[in-house]
């Protein structure tokens, strides 16, 4: 194992161990659930949204430390951002981590940057989903309730 995987490793044990916005968002916004039978994890993904910036993201569940971690990072990424960069995102994420897009520099899939420490679960297909999980959940969460909170408001 390299270094760098190692830096990677104890990044993703750091979020498990301390997840960034693991709470709920009170109020209103937009929500989808996850669920990842092949290991168990189940997130809740919420996202706060004002004129089509993602004002604010958490998230709530358990999981093994890759899920947690992978919504913890997703959740820092995310904020402050607009839904359109979001979705991008996404698609970088889970074209890279199913090697949907395997550009790869000397064996290293290219992932958004603030998530590259994922990088390494593609080599354990069985824990793909476990790092997508959160983002699946976020991908229905933006795409969800989107008339419902304008009708609300
Ligand atoms: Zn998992």
Known sequence: MSDLDELY???????DRNPRNFRAIEGERQEAEGYNPLCGDRVKVMVRVEDGIVIDAAFQG???AISKASASLMT???RGKPVAEVEKMFTEFRDGMTGRNDQTTEGRTVLPPKLAVLGGVKRFPM???CATLAWH???KALATN???AAGSQ
Not at 9 to 15: D, K, N
Request: proline residues 0%.
């Open 9 to 15: 490793q104890s990044v993703i044990l750091e979020h």
């Open 62 to 64: 358990s999981g093994c």
């Open 76 to 78: 820092e990424a995310v």
């Open 127 to 129: 824990r793909v989903k």
């Open 137 to 139: 959940a976020l991908h």
């Open 146 to 148: 989107e008339q419902e």
